[in-house]
C-alpha cells in the first residue's frame, strides 16, 4: 500500500506566536531558520522536520513539542 502524503499533524506555530508577542521574523533570527521553511512549517505543508529544528523552535517559544504539533481528531 502507498504511503499516504497528507497529515492529520496540525502546527500551532502562529498561534503559539501570537500569544507569546513574537514574529515569525524574530523567531526565525533566533532559531536560526528561513522564514521561507517556518512559513511551510506554519501552513501545514512541511513534510518533514528535524530534531534540531524541532527543539530550537520548542526552546524559543518555552513550549512542548506537544504544544506545537498536534493531531487533531475527528468529532
Do not use: W, Y
Not at 11 to 28: I, K, P, Y
Not at 50 to 58: D, G, N
Request: aromatic content about 2%; some cysteine.
Amino acid at each position: 500500500m502507498p504511503a499516504d502524503d497528507s497529515s492529520n499533524i496540525h502546527c500551532r506555530l502562529d498561534e503559539l506566536l501570537e500569544a507569546r508577542g513574537m514574529t515569525l521574523t524574530e523567531l526565525s533570527r533566533q532559531v536560526g531558520v528561513s522564514l521561507v521553511n517556518l512559513s511551510v512549517l506554519k501552513n501545514d505543508r512541511a513534510k518533514a522536520i528535524r530534531f534540531s529544528t524541532l527543539t530550537a523552535i520548542c526552546n524559543a517559544l518555552d513550549c512542548e513539542v506537544g504544544d506545537l504539533l498536534v493531531n487533531p481528531r475527528p468529532a
